[in-house]
């Protein structure tokens, strides 16, 4: 505290203006203007005196007021530091008061738990104190070069602003509680959609969030006609899902990696036990398996199959299927709400993998048949010229032989120009090789026969792998002269088991979603021009994960939106294409809508995975296609962040 003597001060000014007037006889204006100068210093240092009187008895009446003192090298940066003194000492006072409970309020949002205002001051200084008075008691000497400030503020004005703070409280407690009621009905509501569409890996996602969120609440679900806790009920399903989770193989292979070393590659086949005991192959699921010295990440199960690949020739493995997923694939809005609690374990994610392709045949008798290639092949297909399927089929088998030895060239005639290049850039994306025996069914489409399909997986750097489809397109000449990957079953079953469509409509929708999703993969630009309306209505979006910069600044994760023209969005994609090792799309929960006043004039709304190696997303796109002409054309390309149920997502019925 700095501490100053008037007393001594102000004769000691009366001297030296004594000395400096007989020294230098100075004029009569000049020995005016020295005497206001250092009266205005007499006045200070009065003031000064006053002030601390004033102090002196506000710290008395300690009933009455708050207050705090805080020296400085500047009288602003004391004020700041009496301020942030002054906004702790209110806040300790406030949190001796923080056990008191805020009564339940029953009105609208109702709050049904009890909640404590521990966040109404969680820090006094986010608070404005505009009603604060400040006093300087010190300044600067020859000895101390100082400002002492002194704050206060009325006890009555802090019980007012501790007041409102309660009241904002109480209103923020009931729009957490609905926001978390429609949080956890809304993880509920889509997992159970994922389980009907055998999309295990999303439904163990969803459920386990809802338990996160869930847990420390007495929130409830209806189920079965029952309230029940609801952390209770995602467990449950969560336990039951990873119950009924399958997996065999389904066939084994050995690839010599060198002259001293063997990579013993299994086939995995990855299956559901339904409500009726029926087994579905798994649409996708996300895995980590034992390879014989440490547990690795393998290939996102597609359509129930994926591959496990070991340094040593083993008779089992043991496999966990993942369903707690780290932040990066945890949505921004529950990162925080989640990063503190405690994981459950659920036992029944490890299964114990044999070897022995016997189950195959075991489970083959009551698996459910897929039915979209035969929903297919229903249609007219060239089963009636079997000279020609005969002919088709052989010429797979020689891709299917030069994709298994590398011997690309080989297979060039087989391709016309277009689908050679296509091919080559299918094949270099990840280093491609063939999983088990392809299964071929043939559908003719237009001018086009439609040969589905060969699995592939396809490997990157830093041991990323996905496993795909792959649809091989020939022409009247029996060429090859395009390839794609295939959508899900589910999603194939979404477009092919609509009876409202035309055949030909059906498997031009296919087929373009096909192309579009592989487009992203092979960087194919040219096609990505070419289906774009000149008008079209872009809207992209990523999202901004949740960061901290190297001087503690935290920065909170957010999604963010660009409207771009078309010219715009192809130069955004050439970008990414030439920066990116890979791009991987996958679509699931697929949604398609025919324009009622126009035929092959569809709404097209799907979840959208996007994973590539430095980004990866999930969220909503929505396309307006118009498929009349020989070429479909994008009008609308909309993409939205993924919290949203599907139902109120943009869709056909936005569009005028």
């Not at 189920?223 to 066939?251: H, M, W, Y």
């Not at 990414?576 to 035929?599: M, R, V």
Request: glycine share 4%; charged share 25%; with cysteine.
């Amino acid at each position: 505290m700095l501490s100053i003597n008037l007393s001594k001060i102000v004769p000691m000014n009366h001297v030296i203006l004594h000395k400096l007037l007989s020294r230098t006889k100075k004029t009569a204006k000049s020995a005016a203007t020295l005497v206001l100068i250092l009266s205005s210093f007499i006045l200070q240092a009065q003031n000064i005196d006053a002030n601390r009187k004033t102090m002196n008895k506000i710290i008395m009446d300690a009933e009455h007021y708050h207050h705090a003192t805080a020296v400085a090298d500047s009288f602003d940066l004391a004020i700041n530091d009496a301020v942030a003194m002054l906004a702790s000492q209110i806040m300790t006072n406030v949190r001796s008061e923080a056990s008191s409970v805020i009564k339940e309020h029953n009105l609208n949002g109702e709050i049904t738990s009890s909640s404590y205002f521990s966040n109404v001051v969680k820090t006094f200084t986010d608070v404005r104190l505009t009603d604060y008075h400040v006093l300087m008691v010190g300044k600067p000497t020859k000895k101390t070069k100082t400002y002492t400030a002194f704050v206060y503020i009325s006890s009555d004005r802090v019980a007012e602003i501790i007041e409102e703070l309660k009241q904002a409280e109480i209103e923020a407690a009931i729009e957490r509680e609905k926001q978390l009621k429609n949080d956890i009905s809304f993880y509920y509501d889509e997992g159970l959609r994922a389980i009907n569409d055998v999309r295990i890996g999303d439904a163990l996602k969803y459920f386990y969030w809802g338990y996160l969120i869930a847990s420390d609440t007495k929130m409830e679900l209806e189920r079965n006609g029952k309230k029940q806790p609801a952390d209770a009920v995602f467990s449950l399903l969560l336990d039951q899902t990873l119950s009924n989770i399958t997996i065999i193989c389904e066939g084994q292979k050995d690839e010599k990696i060198n002259e001293y070393q063997t990579l013993y590659v299994k086939q995995l086949g990855f299956y559901y036990k339904t409500d009726d005991n029926s087994y579905k192959r798994i649409t996708c699921l996300d895995f980590k398996y034992h390879n014989g010295n440490t547990y690795v990440e393998g290939p996102r199960v597609r359509d129930g199959v994926s591959v496990a690949e070991l340094n040593y020739d083993l008779d089992h493995t043991n496999l966990h299927c993942i369903y707690n997923y780290d932040s990066s694939e945890t949505p921004l809005q529950l990162q925080e709400m989640v990063k503190d609690k405690k994981n459950k374990t659920f036992t029944v994610a490890d299964k114990y993998i044999k070897f022995d392709t016997t189950q195959k045949e075991e489970i083959a008798s009551i698996v459910e048949p897929p039915t979209v290639n035969s929903c297919i092949t229903e249609t007219p297909s060239p089963n009636s010229d079997t000279t020609r399927v005969d002919r088709l089929r052989s010429i797979m088998f020689d891709i299917e032989e030069a994709i298994r030895n590398k011997r690309y060239e080989s297979v060039a005639d087989h391709f016309t120009t277009d689908g050679y290049d296509c091919f080559n850039k299918l094949i270099r994306y990840g280093n491609a090789s063939i999983i088990g025996e392809p299964h071929y069914e043939f559908v003719s489409f237009g001018h086009l026969v439609i040969c589905r399909s060969i699995t592939m997986q396809f490997r990157f750097r830093n041991n990323k792998k996905f496993v795909e489809n792959v649809v091989f397109r020939f022409d009247e000449a029996d060429k090859i002269e395009s390839l794609a990957f295939a959508l899900t079953d589910v999603a194939q079953h979404d477009i092919m088991d609509n009876e409202d469509w035309k055949m030909d409509s059906k498997l031009t929708l296919l087929s373009f979603m096909e192309d579009y999703q592989t487009a992203y993969a092979l960087g194919r630009i040219d096609y990505l021009e070419r289906i774009f309306s000149e008008n079209a209505l872009i809207i992209s979006g990523y999202k901004v994960l949740k960061k901290v910069s190297s001087d503690g600044i935290k920065l909170r994760g957010y999604t963010h939106y660009d409207t771009l023209s078309k010219s715009q969005y192809m130069a955004k994609l050439r970008r990414h294409f030439k920066t990116k090792e890979y791009i991987n799309l996958n679509f699931t929960e697929t949604d398609f809508t025919q324009a009622w006043s126009t035929e092959d004039f569809f709404g097209i709304r799907v979840r959208q995975e996007y994973f590539s190696n430095n980004y990866g997303d999930v969220g909503y796109l929505f396309l307006l296609v118009d498929l009349r002409e020989e070429d479909p054309v994008i009008h609308i390309r909309a993409w939205q962040d993924d919290k949203l149920p599907i139902d109120q997502l943009f869709s056909l019925k936005d569009v005028y």
